[in-house]
């Protein structure tokens, strides 16, 4: 009897312990689900933020390689021709261009430039207009495969190519000046929609707006009534909204004139103009509302024929010079978007170089975009020629190329 309680006893105690080693187990087993919903929980957030953040670099790796791709399969020709925009007259040779007809279509199969620009005598109607740019845009899908920069200089008020046309019945917005002074910047993003609204009716997506320079200089007649203003924070407020309101509209935008104009007393048309401002002052003023362009996106900022006598050793001109171009609106501003220079066929650039020197100088300084030479076709060989005897490496050509098709095949 005593072994039989003996054994019992033994029993009990190896029972008691098998039931406190599988209640601990239960328990840790607990812990350890529980644990694991909680992390199974937290996953899917983390895991969809992961999985946005692969998709979109997944994105951005497909694009670049088609990108890639289409620079890869482009000749020399059709890569610098990419870097002209120019208006219709120059690219037909005929005064005064208005159809696509043979002469236009002839004129662009041999020089499929990247974009045109409308002036005055190119604009007769609404349809004409119409017409003019899907016929274009036809034309440059067949050619190349890309579309076509389709623009027009409309600021609003003094600078207006189509509303201030009568043939158009468009609404004027207005002088900048007046909407600066008003310092709403609602205006400023209505004034932007309401031209990117009848541009975008009319078959353009891009405009020559809107003007970033600060009116520092009272004697400056140029951009006196273009100008949103001489405070550079509400310059900057102002062209960013208008930027925003173009931008609605689906219109691309070309921020100017950098480094500044507002400051210079010539007129950059007739010839050279000068901005005294040191480093340090367009750091503080003239800078302002082109870094402003930049955080709001513009595709485009157009380099000024302004020599700056108090920053360079010498004239050149802005839109010639590396040390603006590539030193302070790239590496300071952190600017890596279009660069395009102002109207080559200016008297500040006509005085002093041949087509062909401007055009191989301000690829040289980091432009990738020759707006209206003089002579386009002088301007399109002498790139070529550049290229061909080693002044310019066709990697330089590449970069400027690649900066156009990542705008023009984002959409």
């Not at 199974?40 to 790796?61: C, H, R």
């Not at 405009?207 to 509400?234: C, K, Q």
């Not at 402003?292 to 380099?303: K, P, S």
């Not at 300071?332 to 041949?354: E, H």
């Amino acid at each position: 009897m005593k072994r039989r309680k003996k054994s019992r006893s033994a029993r009990a105690k190896w029972i008691f312990g098998i039931s406190c080693m599988a209640i601990s187990a239960a328990v840790m087993g607990g812990i350890i689900f529980f644990s694991k919903a909680g992390r199974d929980e937290m996953v899917p957030g983390n895991s969809q933020e992961e999985e946005s953040q692969i998709s979109e670099k997944q994105g951005e790796d497909e694009s670049n390689n088609k990108i890639q791709e289409k620079l890869e399969d482009m000749t020399l020709e059709e890569k610098v021709a990419q870097m002209f925009m120019v208006a219709p007259d120059a690219l037909t040779g005929v005064t005064g261009t208005i159809q696509v007809g043979d002469i236009t279509k002839e004129a662009y199969e041999d020089r499929p430039v990247g974009g045109l620009i409308m002036m005055g005598n190119n604009l007769e109607t609404p349809e004409q207009t119409k017409e003019w740019n899907a016929s274009m845009m036809e034309l440059s899908q067949e050619k190349t495969g890309l579309p076509l920069f389709l623009s027009v200089d409309e600021e609003g008020g003094t600078v207006s190519r189509i509303s201030g046309n009568d043939a158009f019945g468009v609404e004027d917005v207005g002088d900048m000046s007046e909407i600066g002074r008003k310092e709403d910047k609602q205006k400023a993003y209505d004034a932007g929609k309401t031209i990117g609204s009848y541009l975008k009716e009319l078959g353009f997506n891009m405009d020559f707006a809107p003007l970033a320079d600060v009116w520092t200089n009272p004697e400056n007649t140029i951009v006196r009534e273009r100008s949103f203003g001489s405070d550079p924070e509400l310059v900057a407020k102002m062209a960013a909204e208008e930027i925003k309101g173009l931008h609605s509209q689906d219109i691309y935008t070309v921020t100017k004139h950098f480094p500044g104009h507002g400051g210079t007393s010539e007129d950059s048309h007739e010839g050279a103009a000068y901005s005294e401002s040191t480093e340090e002052e367009l750091e503080k003023c003239e800078f302002l509302p082109f870094k402003a362009a930049i955080e709001e996106g513009t595709e485009f900022i157009m380099a000024g024929h302004i020599s700056l006598p108090n920053v360079l050793d010498d004239d050149t001109p802005a839109s010639l010079s590396k040390e603006i171009i590539t030193e302070m609106l790239r590496e300071k501003l952190g600017y890596d978007g279009i660069v395009i220079t102002d109207a080559m066929d200016m008297g500040a650039i006509t005085r002093s170089y041949t087509s062909a020197e401007a055009a191989v100088k301000a690829v040289q300084a980091g432009a990738d975009v020759i707006l209206m030479p003089e002579d386009f076709e002088e301007a399109y060989q002498g790139i070529l020629s550049a290229v061909s005897n080693g002044t310019l490496p066709e990697d330089r050509i590449d970069e400027s190329v690649e900066r156009i098709l990542e705008v023009k095949m984002a959409k």
